[in-house]
């Protein structure tokens, strides 16, 4: 069946019936001609390493955790950085650890990260650490925290 609103071409199909605990619900169902909008392409599952499998060394002691994950498709407008070491584009996750490392006479504070990221082919892997007596900070840009709080 068809008709016209407001100069749309609308089909009606005959009404859709549903029998649920003796109750029947009927409705009709509409289509306005135009294509379905489309929806958001679902997130991809970014492999994240999880315990026993990190990316850091038993030298290593991490006190605290970050989780990030870019919402963009292949990581498009995300990065992360670590200094000294040079910003990473198109980063689709990360985890960053804040530690102590054995590595230096006395131990010093860490950061370790494990980043995914698309390089415009495919998602690769990078890892990565800065250790310093001085300051220690990462940034990220268009990144989501998915968590943070004491090492998983």
Known sequence: MFGV??????ERSRPACIGHDGQLACHDRISTGRPPSPSAPAAPEIPIPQPPNQPYPPSFHPSFQWNYACTRQNGAGCLITCPPNAAVTSVAA????LGTSELAN?????????????????????????????????QTLGMKVSYTGPPK
């Open 5 to 10: 609103s407001h100069g749309q071409l609308i």
């Open 94 to 97: 990360a985890q960053v650890w």
């Open 106 to 138: 006395p131990p010093a504070a860490a950061i370790y990260y494990y980043l995914v990221y698309f390089n415009g082919a495919e998602n690769l892997v990078a890892t990565g650490f800065a250790q310093s007596t001085r300051n220690l900070a990462c």
